[in-house]
């Protein structure tokens, strides 16, 4: 039953009810007093006065808590709402007990459930990966075009499986800044911003830079000699491969993540195994579109997770590097690469 603004306990010979004054929270544990002004009702239910009240308390929620408490105790109650907020009834002689009895169950419950420890990102947000995706974009609309204008571009920085694995392994790094037409540029560019800056959280700027860079390139390379062993010709281009490469290493970085900071909790096999479950799941949403080069999705993201587990093994337990030249010495090493391939490409 519910009475609006004010408590009221029952006689036995009618509906009248008569108010029990509610006092402000008398208990440092909070559960609060209010007691009635005559004499408690005879026999196994209550009825006049004679009754306390516990509370009040919100949201509805946890009175239903402190209920059951005192049901599991046998210990007769009743709920009952004032503007105050919901507050439990119970015998002058029963209070003791009952409060008791709550004060327990919220100090047994005070930290459950258990907060999982949140990540605390390594190195602060950085614009450099926005800046290198919009780079790619300039490059495509002010540079190269579409591939169907067939510029010398296309042709020396195509990733082709037989050139890749044989006299010109710089397409795999350069055929990443080359895109069919503005759709594709446009979604490698935000995509390859977004998990390319969580990326860049956690191994900083120039290291996250180095690390895409790298996963792309492996991923390429793993694709050309996928197709040369099985003998059929291939090409592709795209930052696809980089950028399903930063998915694999956020995955991959997790999981030694997981395992540095809840190395005393016993996890099942899938929960390990969740973030990595995670990224091949993107990769069938995001990866696996008809026009699109499932291949070169699939080696990038496998290159992200082996470079991220040895990345993320080689920095567990350390603290963030406290000298930046370090983080611009690795994005000057991933800008080098990408501009001395393509000084390879364009003289071949």
Do not use: C
């Not at 099942?268 to 995670?278: F, I, M, N, Y």
């Amino acid at each position: 039953m519910r009475e609006q603004e004010r408590i009221g306990a029952g006689n036995p010979d009618g509906d009248r009810f008569v108010p029990i004054a509610i006092l402000p929270p008398a208990r440092g544990d909070g559960a609060a007093l209010a007691q009635g002004h005559d004499g408690a009702g005879q026999g196994g239910e209550p009825h006049g006065l004679g009754l306390t009240a516990i509370g009040p308390v919100m949201p509805e929620r946890k009175i239903r808590e402190w209920a059951l408490v005192l049901q599991s105790s046998e210990i007769w109650h009743a709920v009952r709402y004032t503007s105050a907020g919901w507050v439990l009834l119970v015998r002058d002689e029963d209070y003791p007990l009952a409060a008791g009895s709550i004060d327990r169950y919220e100090a047994e419950n005070r930290d459950w459930p258990p907060r999982r420890p949140r990540e605390r990102p390594r190195h602060p947000p950085s614009a450099v990966a926005g800046v290198a995706f919009a780079a790619l974009a300039l490059f495509f609309f002010l540079v190269t075009g579409p591939a169907s204008g067939g510029g010398r571009w296309f042709q020396r920085g195509a990733s082709v499986a037989d050139l890749v694995i044989g006299p010109e392994p710089w397409r795999a790094i350069t055929a990443l800044t080359l895109h069919a037409d503005s759709a594709h540029v446009l979604g490698n560019v935000i995509s390859g911003t977004v998990f390319a800056s969580a990326v860049q959280r956690r191994l900083g700027a120039g290291g996250g830079a180095l690390a895409v860079v790298a996963a792309g390139t492996l991923g390429n390379l793993a694709n050309a000699l996928w197709y040369e062993s099985m003998g059929q010709h291939h090409a592709s281009i795209g930052a696809s491969t980089a950028v399903f490469g930063a998915v694999g290493l956020l995955a991959a970085t997790q999981v030694v993540l997981d395992r540095a900071h809840r190395s005393e909790e016993e996890r099942s096999l899938l929960q390990r195994a969740a973030p990595l479950v995670g990224g091949v799941a993107l990769l069938g949403a995001l990866g696996a579109s008809p026009r699109s080069d499932l291949g070169a999705h699939l080696f990038g993201l496998l290159g992200g997770v082996v470079i991220g587990l040895v990345a993320g093994l080689a920095l567990r337990g350390r603290s963030a590097p406290g000298r930046p030249l370090v983080q611009v010495a690795l994005g000057a090493v991933a800008t080098g690469i990408v501009l001395g391939a393509w000084q390879l490409a364009l003289r071949a």
